[in-house]
């Protein structure tokens, strides 16, 4: 496929409109394609430009079609289209809608391209809302679709078409995944920077709303996280394993007068701490402490003892079910007292999972050989930083 040039000019223009789109601009490939109606992109930031099409545009139309192209992969589409029951093209325009939705490109691309009103919809809408609108009700196509209504390739649809290029994989040009990551976060990053600078001006809100949620770190539930850790020590756990006569090697010979030892995993002893002192709610608690236990039986294994602490230790016993704790106390708050009794105990827990909102005093050093796990929780919880730096810290966000 012969390499297009005719987009400098537009390419320029574009990076003056839309400084924020520099680095994906840059890195964009252009190629001859009478194939495509118009102009398309694919998801390794091809472009493929009908040049019979491209010469009917004004340098602002071009300049406007390739910030338009790019903003499908920006936005993802491509993937965000995978199991969406709508037609190929229909998905495209409402993509093409969710692009076109911005006061800059809606002044400079083409005039019948797609935009939200032409179908009796309100802006700002997400794509996949307008797809919702569009089944509820479906407008009639266009006869005769421009740039930017229904025919923009597969980085919009997601699905690949005939006179695409091999994949970069495959030894074809363009960006594989990582570098298109690369690009799209830089690209938010700038988009966000731009807003600080200059206010948002004439960008999109739903194009800052997406810049916002690709630089938004990504959400773990807080159960993740605990089977993580518990997993993790459990782990460390298991790997201090031994060998012992108590147990036959699994690759003794057969008929070997020498018995070999074999190798004993430990399975580790997890205790639970709670506080119940009054800044604590019960109701959290009972809600909590059984998914907690559940975590903590698939990832760690066994379970060993229950305190249930406030300044003084009410219990501490060996518990089946988290749900038949007495959750007395409701006084002030002393941990340290808890952390005291668990000392005492023989085997002394491999794992402690303490679960409080963080308004205590800490003994000052770990128990030797636990390794620590504090869940945060309750309305009233502390910062995670006020927890000491021995603890592996699960903060469990109040519903
Ligand atoms: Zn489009």
Redesign the pocket.
């Given at each position: 496929m012969k390499r297009f040039n005719g987009f400098r000019k537009a390419r320029l223009v574009s990076m003056d409109k839309f400084p924020f789109f520099r680095t994906m601009l840059a890195r964009l490939q252009f190629f001859e394609c009478h194939q495509v109606k118009t102009v398309a992109i694919d998801k390794h930031s091809r472009v493929y430009v009908n040049v019979v099409f491209w010469e009917t545009l004004t340098l602002e139309e071009q300049a406007a079609v390739i910030v338009?192209?790019l903003?499908?992969v920006f936005r993802k589409h491509f993937a965000r289209a995978l199991g969406l029951s709508l037609d190929k093209t229909a998905m495209?325009i409402c993509?093409?809608c969710e692009?076109n939705d911005s006061p800059m490109l809606r002044k400079m691309l083409p005039k019948n391209g797609?935009f939200p009103g032409n179908y009796g919809w309100d802006a700002g809408l997400m794509f996949e809302e307008y797809a919702q609108l569009w089944r509820k009700n479906p407008p009639q196509e266009p006869e005769d679709p421009q740039?930017?209504?229904?025919?923009?390739g597969s980085g919009?649809t997601g699905q690949p078409e005939d006179y695409e290029l091999p994949s970069p994989a495959d030894g074809g040009p363009g960006l594989d995944e990582t570098q298109t990551e690369i690009s799209i976060t830089q690209t938010a990053k700038d988009i966000q920077q731009h807003v600080q600078e200059h206010g948002r001006g004439r960008i999109s809100a739903s194009l800052v709303e997406h810049a916002k949620a690709i630089l938004a770190p990504p959400k773990i539930s807080w159960q993740s996280q605990l089977r993580a850790f518990a997993r993790n020590a459990a782990e460390r756990v298991r790997g201090q394993g031994d060998y012992s006569y108590s147990q036959r090697s699994r690759f003794q010979p057969m008929g070997c007068g020498v018995v070999y030892p074999g190798g004993i995993t430990p399975i580790p002893e997890v205790s639970i701490l709670v506080d119940t002192s009054a800044s604590m709610g019960t109701s959290d608690l009972e809600k909590l402490l059984p998914e907690a236990q559940e975590c903590l039986r698939v990832s760690a294994g066994s379970s060993g003892k229950v305190c249930i602490c406030d300044t003084k230790v009410h219990s501490l016993k060996t518990i089946t079910n988290v749900r038949d704790i007495p959750l007395v106390g409701r006084g002030g708050t002393d941990l340290r007292v808890g952390f005291e009794a668990i000392s005492k105990l023989r085997p002394r827990p491999d794992i402690l999972v303490v679960f409080t909102d963080g308004g205590t005093s800490w003994p000052k050093e770990a128990l030797r050989g636990t390794r620590t796990i504090v869940a945060l929780c309750g309305r009233w919880k502390e910062s995670p930083d006020s927890v000491p730096s021995w603890c592996k810290v699960v903060d469990i966000p109040n519903n």
């Open positions: 338009h192209e903003q499908h495209n993509m093409d692009i797609a740039v930017g209504s229904g025919d923009c919009a």
